[in-house]
């Protein structure tokens, strides 16, 4: 269903949708669910316009997903993207190292950007997110990032991996090839994750 095919306006009157939001946000909290954190995201920025609510349900989100990256990275165990609420745990880092590069914290995004790389069980996501650490590393700015080596046109919304951008304009392993060397010292930097173990 298209968005200007829903009747937002009779939504934000719609008891029973009202209470369901209610619902989900205490199964939200109560299940420490970032895929509800997300649901009820999306239908708050539809209807609503409390922009505290909205931003204390992106902040559950964040502090959830860095709990949980900070829980995984002591067991050294990935994300299995196969399971939801872990693929939303690295929607949330990924938006948030995305949000870090945009504002030009190169050092907060290049570190993120490494850590999903590591974290992720995807191959083609795992160099997707190289391919962002090291355009990071090369000193490209956030605008561009999504000019020249994004190709933010190729989007299929039945990718389950649809909200990271791993489609690019340039050749993903003759970049990483090419730049070999900071990819090299990308991944040595990681090695303090393996060690603190």
Do not use: C, P, W
């Not at 968005?3 to 109560?30: C, G, P, Q, T, W």
């Not at 083609?124 to 962002?132: I, N, P, Q």
């Amino acid at each position: 269903m298209q968005r200007d095919e829903i009747d937002i306006e009779a939504l934000k009157k719609n008891e029973e949708f009202l209470a369901n939001l209610v619902l989900l946000e205490e199964e939200m909290k109560e299940d420490k669910s970032i895929q509800k954190g997300y649901q009820l995201l999306d239908a708050l920025l539809l209807v609503s316009e409390d922009e505290e609510k909205i931003n204390d349900v992106f902040t559950f989100i964040l502090r959830e997903a860095f709990d949980r990256l900070a829980e995984y990275l002591s067991q050294q165990k990935g994300f299995d993207l196969s399971r939801e609420e872990e693929l939303f745990t690295a929607r949330a880092i990924y938006e948030h190292a995305i949000e870090r590069y945009s504002e030009n914290d190169m050092k907060g995004a290049k570190e993120l950007f490494q850590v999903l790389h590591y974290m992720v069980d995807d191959e083609a996501l795992k160099d997707a997110m190289m391919v962002h650490a090291v355009s990071v590393m090369q000193g490209k700015d956030f605008d561009t990032f999504i000019e020249k080596v994004a190709n933010t046109d190729q989007y299929d919304a039945d990718d389950r991996l649809a909200y990271f951008l791993k489609n690019f304009r340039i050749d993903t392993t003759k970049f990483l090839d090419e730049n070999r060397d900071l990819v090299e010292k990308a991944k040595e930097e990681l090695k303090v994750l393996e060690e603190d173990a």
